[in-house]
């Protein structure tokens, strides 16, 4: 696979440099700092339009900046606003609703005459990505789409480390890097659209079972009489050490409260997800039936809290 570091490339004329335009819909955890990024990062005469059915997001994230941001009071506005459009939200449904409300509004061509980018970060299932990619290559829209997941959560996103995993044609890659390159560290090019939401649900999948795998693992090296420091670091100078392991171990996250991270709803949703394209592709996945039967039962007890959480959900079982 591909691998294109950030390298940010403006695509405008370096000797008259004209003001360019963004739309940012979803405000959520990951797309607050993901838009609060690439407004700090652009130059100060851009605008970004950020539009979220939280206004109190879209308020106080405008109360942010002195200059270079504008509230859009729905998604048609901040769509005809803009030259480039970043998407970043929570389900599949969602992003249909918002793509259909953007071809319903027939949106103009922008004023510089390119053709409008739209760059979807959200993690949705690729059958309705490549369908909303349809959408906007069609006459209402007559846009360019991008599937650009991400890798690297609210820590990532904050911190502007993000990886994201792009889905495009070889001709939009140059203009998506400069895109991206606010918001991440690493592009990955994963092939043509719908790759980059393979690459992410493939991703996730290893993600959710790992995840298990190390709570109990930890589980049982403490009632073992281990201390779980020495266990931590027996496991991440072995063969098990993982993301889980290392950089989200629960007995670390046990002293937080699980609170933040990655909720264990999004982790169970984006397992559905990668069972959804497994099924539709004829893959075999022999630890999914389990696993989303654990993540639910961590849902019901637990709620909104980080996905480590099934470490806590472990000890207490009777």
Same mark, same amino acid.
């Given at each position: 696979?591909?691998?294109?570091?950030?390298?940010?490339?403006?695509?405008?004329?370096?000797?008259?440099?004209?003001?360019?335009?963004?739309?940012?819909?979803?405000?959520?955890?990951?797309?607050?700092?993901?838009?609060?990024?690439?407004?700090?990062?652009?130059?100060?005469?851009?605008?970004?339009?950020?539009?979220?059915?939280?206004?109190?997001?879209?308020?106080?994230?405008?109360?942010?900046?002195?200059?270079?941001?504008?509230?859009?009071?729905?998604?048609?506005?901040?769509?005809?606003?803009s030259e480039t459009v970043i998407t970043m939200l929570p389900e599949p449904s969602h992003v249909a609703s918002v793509f259909s409300a953007i071809a319903a509004s027939n949106p103009p061509p922008p004023p510089s005459g390119a053709q409008r980018l739209f760059v979807d970060s959200s993690t949705i299932d690729i059958r309705t990505s490549l369908s909303t990619s349809r959408l906007v290559a069609s006459p209402a829209i007559a846009g360019a789409f991008v599937d650009a997941p991400v890798s690297g959560g609210v820590v990532g996103a904050s911190a502007g480390t993000l990886a994201f995993l792009v889905g495009c044609p070889p001709e939009l890659l140059e203009r998506v890097e400069g895109v991206l390159a606010h918001m991440g560290s690493r592009i990955l090019h994963c092939g043509k659209p719908g790759a980059g939401l393979a690459g992410k649900l493939a991703n996730n999948y290893v !993600?959710?079972?790992?995840?298990? #795998? /190390?709570?109990? $693992?930890?589980?049982? =090296?403490?009632? *073992?009489?281990?201390?779980?420091?020495?266990?931590?670091?027996?496991?991440?100078?072995?063969?098990?050490?993982?993301?889980?392991?290392?950089?989200?171990?629960?007995?670390?996250?046990?002293?937080?409260?699980?609170?933040?991270?990655?909720?264990?709803?999004?982790? !169970?949703?984006?397992?559905?997800? #990668? /069972?959804?394209? $497994?099924?539709?592709? =004829?893959?075999? *996945?022999?630890?999914?039936?389990?696993?989303?039967?654990?993540?639910?039962?961590?849902?019901?007890?637990?709620?909104?809290?980080?996905f480590s959480v099934v470490y806590k959900w472990l000890k207490e079982a009777k």
């Open positions: 696979m591909p691998i294109h570091h950030l390298l940010f490339r403006r695509t405008f004329s370096s000797t008259v440099r004209r003001e360019a335009t963004y739309g940012f819909i979803g405000l959520g955890k990951m797309g607050l700092p993901m838009a609060r990024n690439l407004r700090q990062k652009l130059p100060k005469d851009d605008t970004v339009y950020v539009y979220d059915v939280n206004t109190s997001a879209t308020a106080a994230f405008a109360g942010e900046f002195t200059s270079g941001v504008e509230v859009a009071e729905s998604v048609a506005e901040a769509v005809a606003c !993600l959710a079972i790992s995840n298990i #795998a /190390v709570a109990e $693992a930890m589980n049982l =090296g403490l009632k *073992l009489g281990l201390d779980s420091k020495v266990l931590k670091q027996v496991i991440n100078s072995s063969s098990g050490r993982c993301w889980a392991s290392e950089v989200n171990n629960p007995v670390d996250n046990e002293a937080k409260g699980f609170a933040g991270g990655f909720g264990t709803p999004l982790m !169970l949703k984006d397992l559905r997800l #990668a /069972v959804k394209a $497994a099924q539709e592709s =004829g893959a075999r *996945l022999e630890m999914a039936e389990r696993a989303e039967g654990v993540y639910q039962q961590v849902v019901e007890k637990e709620g909104v809290k980080d």
